[in-house]
C-alpha cells in the first residue's frame, strides 16, 4: 500500500488524487489545504455569477468522497506551517499542487496608494475567502479602472456592473453584496497595453458583457483599428482576417474576439447591453500601457498611460503620447505569480518548482518522494481543463517510481500524527457542516447558499460535526 499527500485541493489537486486511485488500487491518498474548505479557485476564483463553472465543485466532492481519498483541511504545508521535510516523514511521496499563490504587480509609480489593489483582492473580497481583508472595498469610487484584458479583468468588470438584486441569488457574502448594493461606480474601464487580437479572455467572457442589464459597452472603433487583425473595417468572416509578414497567425479565439468588438463598434456604443440610460458603462481600452498611478488627497486619483502601437512584429512599442484617466480605484489583474514554499527549490524567473514531468529537481535531480502538478509546475496557463492531463502526467512519473517509494518510510497513521503535533484537521464530515453553516446562513437572510467569510466562522462551523 502507497500512501500518498497531496498538497492542495483545487482542481489540480482533485484531479491528481482521482489519477492516483484510478490507476492504483492500492494507494492511499491524503488531500491537504490550509484552508477548511476544499476545491480551491473553484470555490475562491470563479466569479459567482458563474454557476456552470462553480458546478465543477459537483464533480471534485465525488473524487473527495471515493473511499481511498481522504480530505484534510485546515492543515498549512509550507511557510508559517509543517516544513515539505517533516510532511515527507507521514507519507511515501507528497505531490505539492499549490497553485500560484500572488498576483504579478505593475511596477510603477503610485502603485501602493490606497485606492490601489489586486484584482486577486476584489475577487478574493466577493468570493469570502478568509484571507480576505476585514475591511474590504467601499465602492464609493465612481470610475474604476481594471488593467489587464484577461478573464479575471472581465469577471471583475462584470462583478462591478451588475445590480444587487443580480447577485443576490449567488453565494456573495451578505457585507460584500450590501457594499455592492450601496456602489457609487459608474464607468469601468478595462484597458491593456496591446490590442484586442492579443487580448487573453474568451469569447464567451466578453460576449457576456454586452448583456448586462444595467450597464453597456463602449469601444472606440479608432483604437481597435490599430491592430492588424482589425484594420479591414468589412464585416468579413472570421476566416478572412488575416495577418501581416512577422505577426503570429490569430488564433480561432482571438479571431472570435475580433468579430465580437467589430460587431459592438459597428452598433455604436447606444444599444449595447440593455437600456436607452444605463446604470454604468463599461470601456474597453487597448493600446495603453500603465506608467504611473496619479495621485490625490494621498489615494489614487487616476492612471497615466503611454499610448502604444503595433511594432510590426506582433509587439507594440510607446508612441510618445500620454492619456490619463480618472480613477478612484484601480484594480490589476496582469497575472499569478507561484511562491516559494520554504524547503522546495524554486525557480524565481518562472515562479514554479524544476521538475521533470513533475518529479521535484534539487540540482537536477529528481527528489525523491517530491511531486508537483498544476500551476506549481508549468506556470499560471491554461483553463481549469488543462489541469487534468498535467496530473495525469505527474501521477505517471510517481508511480513509474512507486517500487522505489514503498521502501520509503511513512506514518501508520498521519491524521493522529498531525494532531500530535498540535493540528487540528477539518475532515470530510468538518467539510459538510460548514456546507450546513453556510445554508442556514443564507436562509436566514432570505437567501441561498451564502458563504462564511472568516476563519473563525468557518472552524466553529466545522467543529459542530463533532458535537452532534
Known sequence: MLRVAVVGSGPSGVYTAQALVEQDPDVRVHVLDRLPCPYGLVRYGVAPDHEKIKSLQNSLRTVLEHERITFLGNIEVGDGG??????????????????AATDRGLAVPGEALPGSSSATEFVSWYSAHPDASANGFALQARSVVVIGVGNVAVDVARVLSRSADEL?????????????????????HIA????????????????ELGTLPGARVAVDEAELALDPAYADPSPRPAPALSSPPNVPPLTAAARRNVEVLRGWAAAGAAGVGAGEDPVRTVHLRFFLRPVELLERGGRVAGVRFARTVPDGSGGVRDSGRYEDIDAQLVLRAVGYRGLPLPGLPFDPVRGTVPH????????????????????IKRG???????????????VTSLLDDAPLLAGRPSAPDPVAALRAWGLRPVEWDGWLSIERAET???????????????????????ERAHLG
Do not use: M
Open 440 to 462: 442556514a446562513l443564507g436562509r436566514s437572510l432570505g437567501r441561498g447558499q451564502v458563504k462564511i467569510p472568516d476563519w473563525t466562522g468557518l472552524l466553529s462551523a466545522a
Open 356 to 375: 521533470r514531468a513533475g518529479r521535484v529537481l534539487r540540482d537536477g535531480v529528481p527528489s525523491p518522494g517530491e511531486y508537483v502538478a498544476g500551476w
Open 192 to 207: 491593456g497595453r496591446r490590442g484586442p487580437s492579443q487580448a487573453r479572455f474568451t469569447t464567451k467572457e466578453l460576449r
Open 82 to 99: 509543517i516544513p515539505p521535510a517533516r510532511i515527507g516523514e507521514l507519507y511515501q511521496a507528497v505531490v505539492y499542487c499549490v497553485g
Open 380 to 394: 499560471p496557463t491554461g483553463v481549469i481543463g488543462s489541469n487534468r492531463s498535467c496530473a495525469k502526467e505527474t
Open 168 to 188: 443576490r441569488p449567488t453565494d456573495v457574502p451578505h457585507g460584500a453584496l450590501d457594499a455592492l448594493a450601496r456602489s457609487r461606480v459608474r464607468e469601468v
